[in-house]
């Protein structure tokens, strides 16, 4: 079929005009292929997790190497998720639709050698000062227990991590913005490589065997950026790093990024009062809330992320463009897309927080308390993942439309609602002995996500950004109806948390297997007996 038949890719990452594959149909394609990508990349983080907790369990050791490491992460999303999608990707946007390549080129190469210096900068001060840095997002580890030599030490291996992460999210953002998301969504796999092999080959030969994931840590950095480099010289955009804090693309995306940081770094100060106060809490706190993270990100990552990570350059090039009526419809397209998942995989996720860890995470060092914890933080998790999933969906919108004090406001008031709730919480489930004051934290981050895309949602609307189609009632009452079945099926198929723990690792697999899959085909064949169909969940503006 000739080229003038459909629609082709050229060179500079622009799109031909088709009379057969449309813009719709190559956003659904391409969600689809970072979905699938994600999923791979969350499988093998799904293993990394499982072998952290057979290997370290949720002891000491595990505590001190989640708060190095929680450290450099918690920058990257400052860094590179937060200002850099903000501002680089909205305004690399701009360049590829209204200028040639060779400016795109020149922004490219000023972006990366001013954002690469500032970068070197805070990973050396980050090194210099590790001690510090564990002494005030863990003041838990103060004391006799040497938690706090052993974070700061693997610190100094894991903060320049951040340097090549951030890089990496750099070059990602630019094969995103040219239509390369398979790559960026692909290079998460390589982190999980080495950090599995580090845990199983490196670890029992060490003196202090935890260290082998801090320097898993620095290696898997270098060799995800190394990994994205060729595709950029591919596509002719391999950056030429030089300092130009004056170019004009650079100037205008720091001014998008200024108050995104501030946004950025109060959902980043969610995340470090978090901390804080989890390395005051029994040993074991820290890693109870990052394996239950880490279970309710699965969803999130596939779908929700995988949603934001096509739509938000898809959005700047439609507002760069002036539709706005393709705007608004892919926007309550994703939408769309996302309740239809988030919602039951939230349910889910509730109703199989004790079999899903039980399965996954039993044995070795890690016990029947630390199942009883994780399922627990797991549960609270599990009420936020549709705030969590619309957050990564609603706020694209504003990025795109290149509105970064929003969000901000919105951040700062989810910040202070996290904060007295995560305080509160934690010491009301402390003195009543309730499930466990970590579970206090997990339960204000997914109250403080509902209230953040709340917030995003109305402003969306009533600016009349977003409109909704035709349909909605229908659709949400088919959601819950199908919600409630598939509640239905799981609770007939749930066992006692003590059946979990007592039968072995292969029944724990086979049953839990078969109670996802119930639970699914319960879902989606109410769904379809209800009357919803493939057609109605195409993307209108094809």
């Not at 088709?18 to 719709?24: D, K, N, V």
């Not at 990707?89 to 190469?109: G, K, L, P, S, T």
Request: aromatic share 12%; net charge positive; proline share 4%.
């Amino acid at each position: 079929m000739s080229t003038e038949n459909k629609q082709v890719e050229g060179q500079d990452g622009r799109f031909a005009n088709s009379g057969e594959i449309t813009p719709g149909a190559e956003l659904v394609r391409k969600t689809t292929v970072v979905g699938g990508m994600t999923l791979i990349s969350r499988i093998l983080g799904l293993l990394r997790d499982i072998v952290f907790a057979r290997y370290f369990g949720a002891q000491l050791v595990m505590d001190a190497f989640l708060v190095a490491n929680r450290i450099p992460n918690m920058l990257r999303r400052f860094f590179a998720e937060g200002a850099f999608s903000a501002g680089f990707v909205a305004v690399m946007a701009r360049y590829r639709e209204n200028h040639n390549h060779d400016d795109a080129r020149a922004f490219i190469d000023s972006a990366s050698g001013t954002f690469g210096v500032v970068l070197f900068i805070v990973t050396l001060i980050g090194v210099v000062t590790a001690p510090l840095l564990v002494l005030v997002v863990a003041p838990g580890f103060v004391g006799d227990g040497g938690d706090l030599d052993l974070a700061a030490l693997m610190l100094r291996f894991t903060f320049p991590y951040l340097f090549f992460i951030s890089l990496t999210a750099f070059a990602g953002g630019i094969l995103n913005t040219y239509g390369r998301f398979g790559v960026p969504a692909f290079t998460p796999v390589i982190l999980n490589i080495v950090l599995i092999a580090a845990a199983i080959w490196v670890s029992p030969k060490l003196d202090e065997p935890v260290m082998a994931l801090a320097y898993a840590v620095l290696i898997a950095g270098v060799l995800q950026l190394l990994f994205q480099l060729p595709y950029l010289a591919k596509i002719r955009a391999l950056p030429r790093p030089k300092w130009a804090p004056r170019h004009e693309g650079v100037k205008r995306a720091f001014k998008l990024m200024v108050p995104a940081i501030f946004g950025s770094s109060a959902a980043q100060i969610n995340v470090l009062v978090g901390g804080i106060i989890a390395s005051m809490l029994p040993v074991g706190s820290i890693s109870y809330l990052y394996f239950s993270d880490r279970l309710m990100e699965f969803p999130l990552g596939i779908f929700g992320i995988a949603l934001g990570t096509v739509t938000l350059p898809y959005l700047s090039r439609l507002w760069a463009k002036d539709d706005k009526q393709a705007f608004r419809q892919t926007l309550d397209w994703s939408l769309k897309i996302a309740f239809l998942i988030a919602v039951p995989a939230a349910v889910g996720l509730f109703m199989l927080a004790e079999p899903l860890v039980a399965a996954l995470f039993f044995g070795g060092v890690f016990d029947e308390y630390a199942v009883r914890m994780t399922a627990s933080a797991l549960k609270a998790y599990a009420m936020g993942l549709v705030g969590f999933s619309f957050i990564k969906i609603l706020a694209p919108a504003y990025f795109a439309r290149e509105d970064t004090k929003t969000p901000v406001r919105i951040a700062l008031l989810a910040l202070l609602v996290n904060l007295i709730l995560s305080v509160g919480l934690a010491w009301y489930m402390s003195i009543n002995n309730i499930a466990g004051p970590h579970v206090g934290l997990a339960a204000a981050t997914s109250v403080a996500a509902a209230l953040n895309a709340a917030l995003l949602y109305r402003g969306l609307r009533n600016t009349r950004i977003l409109r909704h189609s035709a349909g909605w009632p229908i659709f949400l009452a088919r959601v819950a109806i199908a919600c409630i079945a598939m509640l239905a099926a799981l609770n007939y198929l749930n066992q006692p948390i003590e059946w979990w723990i007592d039968t072995t690792f292969v029944e724990r697999v086979i049953w839990l297997a078969v109670s996802v899959g119930a639970g699914m085909g319960t879902y989606f064949l109410t769904m379809l007996l209800m009357g919803a169909r493939v057609k109605q969940f195409k993307l209108q503006a094809d």
